[in-house]
């Protein structure tokens, strides 16, 4: 095992109508005014919102709103978000939506702090040394942002999907409340499914070093990932799988699956976020399409793990099966897997390999990831 640093500061609130205490949270953490982020809707159609507002109300929580953040992020919204926070005195930033509205709330929380141009941290150009506390209700569960220092933004101007990592955007609280997931749509149910399992196994198969203890971690995940999301799919009320489908996607990319582990990172996400960027794709979705085609380039560089994962995950011992029955599962579950199911032309492969190379670069794996082998990789998607 190598040597790490484990610290999460990020505190869960777990389990039904926790929600409805957002506002006694906030109290005492002597927060008296928020700005209230969240998506195109979905909230203010399944009744979260008015609990939110009524919570936020009864703690005397003053609160300005942004709405309106899109699924895959983009900059000109965070800077919109920073001037409104910036010009009212906002103490907090509550985030009550998934992944897009967290890692947006993340964002202004450390543009707020910053007299710079906030990409600056994008680009390693500058470093984060405070942010707003940030409050989070989930509203979807797969990039774990609820319990993590990350966020993933496009620059609308660039065409660039680039992250920051911190632990200063780390959420102080993360309400859970699965009830609230149940309307999440089967596609976003999938592509969420998607996403965990890739968090999962982007170390799990890049790292030099991966202790027995973390694989079965991430297995379990998978597992339980696999499981859930069939029964979801078929009744999508089912509390439990809700919550175990809910923690398993927080357990995925909370920092606690890499501990111990070298070298591991991160190339699927790369790819993927070309994808984003370039052509709006929703993160779970590319994905599932840049998946198969790395594990299918990359297998003989890791070949006893990817032994380990068709045995583990699809009870066979041929690593080529267990690829194989991955892609297939995303096929089951309705997620696209080749360029050709999300509309994307062989001719735009260039462009994309591009793309991916300048991340590849702002991501320090550049000496790996050539733009030629990212070519590779996308010729077999
Ligand atoms: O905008 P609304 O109307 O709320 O609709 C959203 C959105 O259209 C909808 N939705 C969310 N909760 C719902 C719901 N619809 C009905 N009922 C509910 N309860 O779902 C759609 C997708 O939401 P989004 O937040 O975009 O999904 P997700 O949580 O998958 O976030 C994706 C973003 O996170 C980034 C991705 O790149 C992508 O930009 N990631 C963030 C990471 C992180 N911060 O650590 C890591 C990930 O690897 C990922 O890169
Ligand atoms: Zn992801």
């Known amino acids: 095992m190598n040597k790490f640093t484990y610290y999460n500061p990020t505190k869960i609130e777990f389990g039904k109508e926790k929600e ?4 006694e949270y906030l109290k005492q953490s002597n927060i008296k005014k928020v700005l209230l982020v ?9 009744g979260l ?24 992020p983009v900059l000109s919204k965070v800077y919109e978000g ?16 998934g992944g897009s509205v967290v890692d947006s709330a993340k964002t202004i929380a450390a543009g707020v ?55 200063l955007i780390n959420p102080t ?24 399992i890739a968090h999962c196994i982007e170390v ?62 991160f190339p699927n996400h790369m790819i993927e976020h070309s994808l984003s960027a370039l052509f709006n794709v929703a993160h779970g979705a590319g994905l599932a399409v840049v998946i198969p085609a790395w594990m299918k380039w990359y297998k003989e560089k890791n070949i006893s793990q990817f032994k380990r994962f068709a045995k583990e995950i699809f009870n066979n011992n041929d690593e080529n099966v267990g690829i194989e029955k991955l892609e297939n599962w995303f096929n089951k579950i309705g997620a696209p897997i080749t360029l050709n199911d999300i509309n994307i032309s062989r001719k735009e492969i260039e462009a994309l390999a591009d793309n991916a190379y300048e991340t590849a670069k702002v991501w320090g794996m550049d000496t790996i990831y050539s733009k030629e082998i990212i070519l590779k990789i996308l010729e077999k998607a």
């Open 173 to 196: 609280i993360s309400i859970i409340n699965p009830e609230l997931m149940a309307t999440v749509s089967k596609e976003y149910l999938a592509y969420s499914a998607v996403d965990v």
């Open 38 to 46: 969240y998506g195109g809707g979905s909230i203010k159609k399944n």
């Open 20 to 23: 409805n205490n957002i506002g």
């Open 113 to 167: 702090k910053y007299d710079g141009d906030v990409w600056d941290f994008f680009i390693n150009k500058a470093q984060i040394l405070k942010a707003l506390p940030i409050f989070t209700v989930m509203t979807l569960s797969a990039t774990a942002s609820e319990m993590n220092g990350n966020a993933v933004i496009i620059n609308d101007d660039t065409k660039q999907k680039y992250s920051i990592s911190s632990v």
């Open 49 to 72: 919102y008015e609990k939110i507002i009524t919570s936020l109300n009864r703690n005397n929580i003053k609160f300005e709103e942004l709405s309106g953040v899109v699924s895959n």
């Open 204 to 265: 799990y198969f890049t790292a030099t070093i991966h202790p027995h203890f973390n694989s079965r971690l991430v297995e379990s995940i998978i597992k339980t990932v696999i499981e859930t999301t069939e029964i979801l799919l078929k009744n999508p009320n089912d509390y439990d799988a809700r919550a175990e489908f809910a923690w398993a996607a927080t357990q995925g990319l909370n920092g606690l699956t890499p501990t111990g582990t070298k070298d591991g990172n």
């Open 82 to 97: 920073i001037e409104l926070a910036k010009n009212n005195e906002i103490k907090a930033i509550l985030a009550v939506g």
